[in-house]
């Protein structure tokens, strides 16, 4: 019999009950993730409604590909790019993402520095304001960790526009920082 903390159940254990079905053990492990997970939903979105829409999803996926998770690399950062993917996806099926800049936003290699000295948590507010575009290559790059290249790969377009979406989100948080300051 297991214990009824939840913290003392291995996560091995956790994974191997939930692909034999055992929805006690999914529940938990859906319990676990949750948390940590809709923040990633919210960030690309700009309403809980539609977060808890792709956790919901996203959470459908990650048990039905249980079974895929090899135990190379850490379980929270495979249930993120799952969870990841599926926003994108969200994004991408309900037109809520284009990938179209004006020729004024080129990357000029010129802005300051002002992101490089304050935290997420510190910007995450500003960052939900920005476009749609704008706020999901933000988050892929400067959170998620993907590069320019990956991400025109992902969302289907190409690298410059993501260097310049990102350019043109960095601009934005910086006039929103100033105006705060």
């Not at 990633?40 to 990650?62: P, R, T």
């Not at 802005?111 to 935290?119: A, C, K, M, P, W």
Request: proline residues 2%.
């Amino acid at each position: 019999m297991l214990p009824g903390n939840n913290n003392a159940i291995p996560l091995t254990l956790m994974i191997s009950e939930s692909l034999l079905g055992n929805t006690r053990m999914q529940k938990i492990l859906y319990q676990q993730f949750a948390g940590i997970m809709y923040s990633v939903c919210f960030g690309y979105v700009k309403n809980k409604a539609d977060a808890e829409d792709i956790l919901q999803e996203g959470f459908l996926k990650i048990f039905k590909n249980l079974d895929r998770f090899r135990h190379e690399g850490s379980f929270e950062g495979w249930i993120r790019k799952i969870i990841t993917r599926t926003a994108l996806i969200y994004l991408r099926d309900n037109k809520k993402f284009t990938c179209h800049i004006p020729l004024e936003y080129s990357i000029t290699g010129k802005e300051s520095n002002i992101l490089d000295t304050i935290g997420e948590k510190e910007i995450r507010g500003i960052i939900t304001k920005l476009p749609t575009g704008c706020k999901t290559i933000f988050i892929m790059y400067a959170i998620e960790g993907y590069n320019h290249r990956q991400i025109a790969e992902i969302l289907g377009c190409t690298e410059s526009t993501s260097k310049s979406q990102f350019y043109r989100s960095r601009r934005k948080i910086q006039k929103s920082l100033m105006q705060n300051a």
